[in-house]
């Protein structure tokens, strides 16, 4: 049967309004629960031990989901798969472990067989789950609960508005951790060396800043001719002004200012560029993250950014064209 464009965009919705009002449902009941399983978490992680995530069918690669975003945040944390628990993989329990048991249900026959079993390792148990009345959630420390008013399957059989609720509520915990535990962006970066999220938490203003021949300065005495000479050289949009004696920044020419300039008329070329140029322009460290040179130019709506050192001087400048380049916008 062809699909009808009509069918497959309401089909579509309503599967999303769905999902959206168990997450929302979830969002509203949220009480004491979390509050008693976020303080377990912190006390694990306080003394170096680890989250242990398992689950079956759906729910599998849903707790290797939070898993991996724990680690993420610095929480040490493991997937243990319910079926290979059982024939050798229990070796990575250990006494202190937190382990979450995700079903749905509660009534999962593969998590509950591991329940009596990790008891035996001195571990605390926390019951993920959709019932609060499943031999799961009465036979566990710990109850964190998500409500699930109907799944998005036309059939009621495959797991839909629940897996997203889970995974919403497991991201939940792990975001009032990691705020809770005042982890920086310097500290999640370790966690996230590879790949281009890595690149933009590690680079910093000094790696992508343009000096030397490529940093047009002046002092702010100079004539707008000159100065405009002295950023044609360098090939720049701008050029940095700075106090004849100290070399300390007192303004910018942009090319913006430039043309501004010319409208003031025929002998502005001959004028101190000090009269053209705007004063206490937008600096930043060299030791900033290049992401906080990013909020500058987006708050700010500006094309050019210098960069001074402690004494105000210019030692770089970072070119807006030059962001789409290092792939950090």
């Keep these: 049967m062809a699909l009808q464009p009509k069918t497959v965009l309401s089909r579509a919705k309503a599967c999303i309004r769905i999902e959206s009002d168990a997450l929302a449902a979830t969002a509203r009941n949220l009480g004491p629960e979390i509050v008693a399983t976020a303080r377990a978490v912190e006390s694990v992680a306080a003394a170096g031990g680890k989250l242990i995530f398992t689950g079956v069918g759906k729910n599998a690669p849903i707790a290797q989901k939070i898993a991996a975003t724990f680690n993420s945040t610095g929480v040490a944390s493991c997937f ?82 629940s897996t997203t609720a889970a995974l919403a509520l497991g991201d939940a915990l792990a975001m009032v951790l990691l705020e809770a535990r005042g982890l920086t962006r310097d500290d999640f970066a370790r966690y996230h060396p590879a790949g281009n999220l890595g690149r933009v938490l590690l680079l910093r203003v000094k790696d992508i800043m343009r000096t030397g021949d490529r940093l047009p300065v002046a002092p702010d005495t100079v004539t707008t001719q000159d100065a405009i000479l002295a950023m044609t050289k360098a090939k720049s949009g701008s050029i940095a002004l700075v106090a004849p004696k100290s070399g300390k920044l ?80």
């Design 80 to 161: 243990l798969d319910a079926t290979q628990a059982l024939h050798g993989d229990l070796g990575l329990v250990e006494e202190g472990d937190l382990v979450f048991l995700l079903s749905n249900s509660g009534q999962s026959e593969e998590i509950l067989r591991l329940v009596p079993v990790l008891k035996r390792f001195g571990v605390r148990l926390v019951a993920f789950t959709g019932s609060a009345d499943s031999d799961l959630a009465r036979n566990t420390d710990l109850l964190l609960r998500y409500r699930v008013p109907r799944e998005a399957c036309p059939l009621k059989l495959a797991p839909t508005a």
């Design 250 to 329: 007192t303004g910018i020419l942009t090319d913006g200012d430039f043309r501004r300039s010319a409208l003031t008329g025929p002998d502005f070329l001959r004028q101190p560029v000090a009269t053209f140029m705007t004063r206490q322009p937008k600096v930043i460290s060299e030791n900033a993250l290049g992401v906080d040179a990013l909020r500058l130019f987006e708050a700010h709506k500006i094309d050019d950014l210098i960069v001074v050192d402690r004494r105000g001087r210019p030692v770089g400048l970072i070119d807006g064209q030059d962001l789409p380049k290092l792939k950090i916008v």
